[in-house]
């Protein structure tokens, strides 16, 4: 009796579509929840000479979709719960079911994260039959849901950076951050700054920075933001360009891995570098501050940078000048736009002089 018991919640416990003559169709924007708890591996109906070094076959399940009208789609990965921090992974494939012969692999994405993300598949033929086998990535078990839609949703998906690979070491907890938004992306909106600690499952968004326009209606050359860690440890940043008016999808910008390490973190001490401390001490607590540094003599845009001023936080009017000396550039005009907690906002226009070149040996 406690056989068939265990053998009737393992039955329970997977799902319908795991071998491949069962495959669920999804339909488009149609939002299908799932799991890959219980879920085997039919051999003969996958190759991983394929995939490369993309895949290990664990738990999968299949999946297919048809698309009535040709052209570019998103497969939407969320509500990702796993054993591990893993997350799933996809692989995207035409081809006859359960002939590798025959298969064709249009995408092979492994997440290594829990965020909610998106796959892009682009020139997608009406009328073609898609498969689509997820699997828990390195073994994990996971609860996610699984979209095919024209809008996508989540964070653009990249590949995982190695571990710790390149982290930027730090002994000061305060990071400074700095990408420019190329031109095709001009239309954007803003950028999302997000974090994610190495053992947390899901990223935190630490900043939002509107997109600014110079004088002449392009983009700034940098944007920038200052973010405080909580603890020790190793963080992964990621960039984001959000989704523009003209239907443009996220962008990932940049990612980076970040150490601090330092059992006395070194607090607001002022970088080792040429800078500006900006006049912040007038604004009340807990403002929203836009700034924006521009050349006075061109009118060419800098710096754009957005964040909460709290007033024990002195690194949040650092400006770092070397970039700007090094091109000549002697007097900066700062606007700040101030949205206070109550009252109407205000901007401050402000004429500053850089500080003198360091002495070069």
Same mark, same amino acid.
């Given at each position: ?117 998106f796959v892009t598949l682009d020139s997608l033929r009406a009328g073609q039959p ?17 979209? &095919?839609? =024209?809008?996508?949703? #989540?964070?653009?998906? %990249? ?9 930027? /070491? +730090?002994?000061?907890?305060v990071i400074h951050l700095e990408w420019a938004v190329p031109d095709s992306l ?24 509107? &997109?600014? =326009?110079?004088?002449? #209606?392009?983009?700034? %050359? ?9 603890? /020790? +440890? ?21 990612q980076q891995w970040v150490s601090f390490s330092q059992l006395n973190p070194l ?95």
């Open positions: 009796m406690l056989l068939l018991a265990a053998l009737v919640s393992k039955s329970a416990a997977q799902v319908l579509n795991d071998n491949i003559e069962d495959r669920r169709v999804l339909h488009l924007e149609e939002i299908v929840s799932s799991n890959t708890t219980g879920c085997t591996v039919q051999r003969a109906c996958v190759d991983e000479r394929l995939t490369g070094k993309c895949i290990e076959y664990h738990n999968d399940q299949w999946f297919e979709f048809t698309p009535k009208v040709s052209g570019r789609y998103f497969i939407n990965i969320g509500g990702q719960r796993c054993r591990d921090v893993r997350g799933v992974q996809l692989v995207v494939l035409t081809g006859q079911p359960c002939q590798p012969a025959t298969y064709r692999v249009l995408s092979c994405t492994s997440l290594g994260t829990q965020d909610d993300v898609y498969l689509l086998d997820v699997d828990g990535y390195l073994k994990d078990f996971c609860q996610f849901s699984l979209q &095919v839609s =024209r809008q996508a949703t #989540g964070l653009p998906v %990249a590949p995982p950076l190695p571990s710790l690979a390149g982290a930027l /070491p +730090g002994t000061n907890r001009a239309a954007t909106p803003r950028c999302r700054v997000l974090r994610r600690e190495l053992r947390e499952f899901r990223s935190t968004e630490q900043a939002r920075v509107p &997109v600014a =326009r110079n004088t002449y #209606g392009g983009a700034p %050359a940098t944007y920038a933001v200052a973010d405080t860690l909580p603890r /020790p +440890g190793y963080y992964l940043y990621q960039i984001v360009a959000d989704t523009g008016p003209d239907g443009q999808p996220p962008v990932l910008l940049r607090l607001n001490l002022p970088p080792q570098v040429p800078h500006l401390v900006l006049p912040l001490s007038k604004y009340p607590r807990n403002s929203k501050l836009s700034v924006v540094v521009s050349n006075p003599a061109s009118g060419r845009v800098l710096l754009a940078q957005q964040f909460t001023y709290q007033p024990g936080e002195a690194h949040q009017g650092w400006l770092p000048t070397s970039k700007w000396q090094d091109a000549g550039i002697e007097k900066i005009a700062v606007e700040i736009t101030c949205h206070p907690p109550r009252g109407d906002f205000f901007t401050d226009q402000l004429l500053l002089s850089l500080p003198a070149p360091a002495a070069r040996p």
